[in-house]
């Protein structure tokens, strides 16, 4: 099909540069693409029929690195300190 309705794992690296620049980057095709990527998220991991704990896994190590992330300062400053 054409380049533009690929999805990005089937783009060659060669195409990477004209696939990017037929996505649109305006807040509508933004939120279509997140919700494109929940979907399809929701379909190969969270609604099947045996499923495992891959799906609520990664959901759960997601929540954990953005949360590290969020404090990242207030664990860097309070490890400096020395004990007492």
Do not use: D
Not at 6 to 28: A, D, K, N, Y
Not at 31 to 52: D, F, T
């Amino acid at each position: 099909g054409p380049l533009s309705e690929r999805p990005l794992m089937e783009v060659r690296l060669g195409e990477l540069h004209t696939w990017i620049s037929t996505c649109t980057f305006s807040p509508q095709g933004l939120l279509g693409a997140v919700q494109k990527a929940w979907s399809s998220y929701c379909a190969k991991y969270i609604h099947v029929r045996r499923g495992g704990p891959a799906g609520i896994s990664m959901l759960l190590a997601g929540y954990c690195l953005l949360s590290y992330g969020w404090n990242y300062q207030h664990f860097s400053k309070t490890s400096l300190e020395p004990p007492i």
